[in-house]
């Protein structure tokens, strides 16, 4: 509906195949749930609005989240170079316990603290220390 009204509008879709009582079937769902990326001037932001079921922007320190092409690009290749089935959407919550797999720190076992922006506030308690990290610049996985 939105492309109809001239907006460019991308949803990333994955494959992800559901089994019914009869059969299995692949479905393409979307990557996030309940968000759209809408490439828009400033000034025709409220348009959005006129499509039933948008419901608002996302915000980033007060302002309208903004997505840089590369990152949509990037979506794009995920999905192009991906198996489906492994692409996995997850946020990041306060006491949640992570292992490292990347950098200085690699196979430490970490506790988040709080994210601030693009930044991950994390303890590495073995090592008695306390690492603030940019999330673009860190591989993690939930630790059990």
């Known amino acids: ?17 559901k089994q019914w009582s009869d059969r299995k079937t ?40 903004i997505v840089r092409n590369q990152e949509i690009e990037e979506i794009k290749r995920w999905l192009n170079d ?4 492994e692409l996995e ?3 990041y919550k306060a006491d949640q316990k992570v292992r490292i797999l990347s950098g200085s720190f690699i196979n430490q076992e970490a506790k988040i603290v709080k994210q601030q922006g693009k930044h ?3 303890t590495l308690e073995g090592l008695g ?6 999330l673009d610049q860190m591989i993690l996985e939930k630790a059990e």
């Open 1 to 17: 509906m939105l492309q109809s009204q001239g907006i460019e509008a991308y949803c990333p879709l994955k494959a992800q195949t």
């Open 89 to 91: 959407v997850d946020y």
């Open 26 to 65: 692949v479905v393409h769902v979307p990557l996030f749930n309940s968000y759209l990326f809408v490439h828009i001037a400033e000034a025709n932001r409220a348009a959005v609005f006129a499509v039933p079921g948008v419901v608002r922007y996302i915000y980033w320190c007060g302002t309208p989240a």
């Open 129 to 134: 220390l306390v690492l603030r990290v940019k």
């Open 120 to 122: 991950l506030v994390m």
């Open 82 to 85: 991906f198996d489906h089935n």
